[in-house]
């Protein structure tokens, strides 16, 4: 299953930097949810298919062009951790970034249900199960 889960991971990610959010949505349970509490000053809590579509489509307002680019991923059997490069182009500004986020993933059925987003490597190793 290790390997399955990092290709579906891995699948999931191409399909919403295609902007195929429908394909990234099959590699999700219905009832996903996206914590962004740890990341965001005003971070929320997105709840199910429509609820990460509102998440992202903040994003792309914000963002413009957003690219989610995985440098890291660890299984550890019901639970992904991953590190992730962001890059960015300002909607407004034009403006490039890139800023590095944290990911636990927690699969039921080989789907992700809750994800959680860290900027703490540590603290996101430590929700895997993974503590250094």
């Known amino acids: 299953m290790s390997q399955e ?11 919403y930097n295609e ?7 099959r590699g999700m349970d219905p009832n ?21 579509k509102t998440f992202w ?11 989610n680019e995985p440098e890291e991923v660890l299984d550890n059997g ?5 590190r992730i490069r962001l890059r960015s182009t300002g ?4 403006a490039n970034t890139e800023d590095v986020m944290y990911q636990v993933i927690t699969l039921h059925n080989g789907r992700a249900i809750p994800v959680a987003f860290f900027r703490d490597r540590a603290e996101a190793l430590e929700a895997a199960g993974l503590s250094e």
Do not use: H, I, K
């Not at 903040?58 to 690219?67: A, I, K, N, Q, Y």
């Not at 909607?91 to 034009?94: E, L």
């Open 5 to 15: 889960n990092v290709e579906e991971f891995r699948r999931v990610q191409a399909a």
């Open 19 to 25: 902007g195929d959010w429908d394909a990234a949505l």
């Open 32 to 52: 996903v949810v996206f914590d962004v509490t740890r990341v965001a000053p005003d971070g929320e809590v997105y709840r199910g298919y429509e609820g990460v």
């Open 57 to 67: 489509r903040m994003l792309r307002d914000v963002f413009g062009e957003l690219r």
């Open 78 to 82: 019901d639970r992904l951790f991953t």
């Open 91 to 94: 909607q407004t500004s034009g």
